[in-house]
C-alpha cells in the first residue's frame, strides 16, 4: 500500500495559481493511478484530475479543464497538481488519492481510490 502526503496549499487571491504537490512512499508507486480531489465544507468529496500509472492519459473535471494540469513524476514518486486562474469557488482541501487497480476510467469519483493523504487546504478570495 502507497502512503500519501500533499503540500503546496495556501491563501491566493482570485486569478492567482498554486502548485500543489503530493509525496508517495512504498512500492511501485509507478504502478498506480492517481487522482486529486477535493471538498468544500458541506459540500460532497468530488474529482478534480486523474491521471494513469504511466502518466500518459488525464482525466479533468469540466470546472477545472484548461485551469489545472495534473502531471506525476515516477523516478521522484511525486504527484502534482498545478492550479491557474484561481477561482473563490476552487477553495476546498483538496487530497491526493491512489490506487492499484485502475479500474472505471477516468476515476473521477472518491470510491474508485483506496488510499488517500490528509490533506491541504486551498483558499481563493475574491
Known amino acids: 500500500q502507497v502512503q500519501l502526503q500533499e503540500s503546496g496549499g495556501g491563501s491566493v487571491q482570485a486569478g492567482g495559481s498554486l502548485r500543489l504537490s503530493c509525496a508517495a512512499s512504498?512500492?511501485?508507486?509507478?504502478?498506480?493511478?492517481m487522482g486529486w480531489f477535493r471538498q468544500a465544507p458541506g459540500k460532497e468529496r468530488e474529482g478534480v484530475a486523474t491521471?494513469?500509472?504511466?502518466?500518459?492519459?488525464?482525466y479533468y473535471a469540466d470546472s477545472v479543464k484548461g485551469r489545472f494540469i495534473i502531471s506525476r513524476d515516477n523516478a521522484k514518486n511525486m504527484l502534482y497538481l498545478e492550479m491557474n486562474d484561481l477561482k473563490p469557488e476552487d477553495s476546498a482541501m483538496y487530497y491526493c488519492?491512489?490506487?492499484?487497480?485502475?479500474?472505471?476510467?477516468?476515476?473521477?469519483?472518491?470510491?474508485?481510490?483506496?488510499?488517500w493523504g490528509p490533506g491541504t487546504q486551498v483558499t481563493v478570495s475574491s
Open positions: 488519492a491512489a490506487d492499484f487497480t485502475c479500474f472505471n476510467l477516468p476515476m473521477l469519483v472518491p470510491d474508485s481510490f483506496t488510499s
Open positions: 512504498g512500492n511501485s508507486y509507478s504502478r498506480y493511478c
Open positions: 491521471i494513469i500509472a504511466r502518466g500518459s492519459r488525464s
